[in-house]
């Protein structure tokens, strides 16, 4: 996405990948000031890492403990997560808004720490159900976004019984686990299907494949739903800014993605 970025743009950028092993994250992010980069991305396992290793926090990572980006600023380190763009965009432009009231959210890993702080801080949402399949964590999550946001989270276990519980009177249901990604592609992170309903809306983090069987499920009942892509998209093009303060050309952006999907 940022190569081909900085190639519409004629811009003498590149953006590569660097192996760093775990515990060697701190080093990692000192040398890039010492190599005169610009900012990095960090992917998983290190955000945690990254987390407790720049110099700044916004806002956006210190809610969610985890940092995606960094940006060298006048020496320091300034860790951001753009999760949290990229999710709320994402369902703007997928029509999702304004939000509903309820929404029921799948998951309490790092990635629903941002989706959960991107919905509980967004106009007219009152209530989150967070349901994991270990309840603890979605306890956990809920408590922490609770004081967090000022919203009301309410955790349950991930079974058909609390499901059906949650789904009653929600408009969105969010999938921020990794069920269903490549190359469990026949995997669904619902218990039962049963539970979609028309005029819900869905969407599923998960990118890999675009329309995953959780996408093809809502569908089927008569739901709206949509894939991870344009959430992977928004918030490299946030990155993007950040890095370079020009506007993203988020068509290239997301033409180089899904062509560099289509070839998996």
Not at 177 to 182: A, D, K, L
Not at 190 to 198: F, G, K, T
Request: glycine share 12%; hydrophobic share 45%.
């Amino acid at each position: 996405m940022h190569n081909a970025a900085f190639g519409v743009l004629g811009m003498d950028w590149i953006y590569v990948a660097f192996d760093v092993l775990p515990g060697e994250v701190r080093k990692a992010l000192e040398g890039i000031k010492a190599l005169g980069m610009r900012g990095i991305n960090v992917t998983v396992p290190h955000k945690g890492e990254a987390f407790t290793s720049v110099d700044v926090l916004t806002p956006e990572a210190e809610a969610t403990e985890a940092v995606n980006t960094v940006v060298v600023e006048d020496g320091r380190l300034v860790g951001y997560n753009t999760d949290v763009y990229g999710f709320r965009r994402a369902l703007m432009e997928a029509g999702f808004r304004p939000l509903p009231d309820k929404v029921v959210l799948l998951g309490a890993g790092g990635a629903a720490r941002a989706v959960a702080y991107a919905i509980g801080t967004s106009e007219g949402v009152e209530e989150v159900v967070v349901l994991n399949r270990t309840e603890e964590r979605a306890e956990r999550l809920a408590e922490e976004m609770g004081m967090r946001t000022g919203r009301k989270f309410l955790p349950g276990p991930l079974s058909e019984d609390a499901l059906v519980e949650a789904m009653d009177g929600a408009g969105l249901l969010v999938n921020a686990t990794s069920v269903g990604m490549h190359p469990d592609v026949d995997s669904s992170p619902l218990p039962s299907a049963e539970v979609l309903r028309p005029g819900l809306w869905v969407y599923d983090i998960v990118y890999v494949p675009p329309r995953t069987k959780l996408v093809r499920q809502a569908e089927g009942r008569g739901a709206k739903a949509v894939g991870g892509t344009d959430m992977l998209v928004y918030q490299g093009a946030r990155a993007f800014r950040l890095w370079t303060g020009l506007e993203p050309p988020v068509e290239v952006m997301r033409r180089a993605l899904l062509e560099a999907l289509g070839a998996r």
